[in-house]
């Protein structure tokens, strides 16, 4: 498997998509335990990222 950097917006879709085909009947405790973190975690990184910039 060829590594390379992927951007912020890919690696959380990759992470996403994980999270959800992983155990998709209980989309609402891998919202509340996964993905709800996940997009508050996004939403910081790309808040940072445009600051620093």
């Given at each position: 498997m060829?590594?390379?950097?992927?951007?912020?917006?890919?690696?959380?879709q990759?992470?996403?998509?994980?999270?959800?085909?992983?155990?998709?009947?209980?989309?609402?405790?891998?919202?509340?335990?996964?993905?709800?973190?996940?997009?508050?975690?996004?939403?910081?990184l790309?808040?940072?990222?445009?600051?620093?910039?």
């Amino acid at each position: 498997m060829e590594k390379r950097n992927l951007t912020l917006d890919e690696a959380y879709q990759l992470a996403r998509e994980d999270i959800i085909t992983r155990d998709p009947a209980s989309l609402t405790t891998a919202y509340s335990e996964h993905l709800g973190p996940l997009e508050r975690a996004f939403k910081f990184l790309k808040e940072k990222s445009a600051t620093t910039r």
